[in-house]
């Protein structure tokens, strides 16, 4: 009987090359489909970044209400300490902002970009109230506020002033918020607030939303458009 050939022996180094072989492998594989797992993450959130700038990019500041929501007829004090419904200001459109005398920024250059509206529109201004709302009734007193419009030439502006409640009342339907400052500044308390301007129609009702920053020229553009239609 003829003998079966012995199988080939193996070698130890030859068995661990192989074992390597795979190591190695599976680590390669690993690594690969961890580094495509952070491209597909990095990838979507450059897709989400992306986007969200894109929101951003079309949001120019303005947000139109349609419908106009109605305001409060409120009664609140203007710069002569008389009583004045809002109500009355009807028939005309109404530009309307929120601050405070003691303010050291945002109400000034505020108060300066309806100036500034007021000088572009030119006889359109006259169909158009220009109203500052304080929301510190404690510090802006009537008196206070004719002090600090005369001081400034702010002629063009109505002042008014009224109660806490009552100021919270009529901006309730606006989102207005207001609230004392813990931070102290040379002139007193600061008082933080909704900033920017509300437009209002002949009727009372609210029809556009400004934030703070927007150029006067997209509002100059705006009324021109509404006072010329």
Known sequence: MQARPAKPKI????????LYSLIAGLIIGISALSLFLLYDQFRSQSESDHIQ????????????I????AIPDIELRNTANERRRFGELQGRFVLLTFGFTHCPDICPLTLSDFQRIQSELESLAEKVHFVFI????????????????????LDGIMALTGDEDDVRAFGAPLGLAFEVSEEESPGGYLVNHSAGAFLLDQNGGWIMRYQFGV?????????????EA
């Open 11 to 18: 070698r130890p180094s030859v068995i661990h090359l192989i």
């Open 215 to 227: 150029p006067p020229g997209t509002i100059v553009s705006d009324l021109r458009r509404l006072l």
């Open 53 to 64: 700038d894109k929101v951003l990019d079309l949001f120019d500041g303005t947000i139109e």
């Open 66 to 69: 349609d419908p106009p929501i």
């Open 134 to 153: 304080s929301v510190d009734g404690a510090r802006d007193t009537p008196a206070a506020l004719r002090q600090y419009f005369s001081f400034r030439g």
